[in-house]
């Protein structure tokens, strides 16, 4: 089965979230099931190709809504979510027990791993580290000022690399970060973050 997941690219809780997802997916929905990863970015006009939903199953994370009837999996906690009221009324309408939606999380890996744990029977567990970092990150909870500002924690320096990363291996890298600790990630140089990356996840 294949899976496409489009999350909000260049963004540390949008990549957690694909990786968080296709974890949760792999674990209690299909084991054999094969990712590929779509970035999404806000910008004027359609934000959405219709002809890139071509997986067997289409996942949206920590990103705007769609009605198209190819999306089978929607997660996101913005307070604009919804490009129209159509497309609200269209989600109000949803019955499909996939689509999920709460403003009030901090961010969307943690809200994705509350669901997947109560409705799905996933243990979230292993990732808290993960999913502490990114409430951190998303919703601006630094301890102090200087925490924010010399970005020395190991995912801070992560969300550096995945704001300025050229393509789309975001959610795959931090995969990787998924099958073991999420503390043993170390970047020493932004500027040559994914080979330092690789290393740290090998």
């Not at 609200?88 to 969307?108: T, V």
């Not at 791993?113 to 109560?118: E, F, S, V, Y």
């Not at 969300?159 to 020493?188: H, K, L, N, Y």
Request: hydrophobic share 45%.
């Amino acid at each position: 089965m294949r899976v496409k997941v489009f999350y909000h690219d260049k963004c540390f809780d949008g990549a957690s979230s694909a990786a968080l997802f296709a974890r949760f997916y792999r674990e209690r929905i299909a084991g054999d099931a094969d990712f590929v990863f779509s970035g999404l970015l806000h910008r004027a006009g359609a934000l959405f190709d219709e002809a890139a939903f071509d997986g067997d199953q289409n996942a949206i994370v920590d990103f705007k809504y769609s009605s198209s009837p190819k999306i089978t999996w929607w997660f996101d906690h913005h307070e604009s979510a919804f490009l129209s009221p159509a497309d609200a009324a269209h989600f109000e309408q949803e019955q499909s027990n996939r689509k999920f939606y709460d403003p009030a999380f901090k961010s969307c890996t943690s809200f994705i791993a509350m669901i997947a744990q109560q409705r799905f029977g996933f243990d979230p567990g292993p990732l808290a580290d993960l999913i502490h970092w990114t409430d951190v990150i998303d919703g601006a909870l630094y301890p102090d000022a200087k925490t924010a500002v010399e970005m020395q924690a190991p995912a801070m320096k992560l969300t550096m690399v995945i704001e300025s990363a050229p393509d789309q291996r975001s959610p795959t890298t931090i995969s990787r970060a998924t099958t073991s600790s999420f503390r043993i990630i170390f970047i020493p140089n932004p500027f040559t973050a994914w080979a330092s990356a690789r290393v740290a996840f090998a």
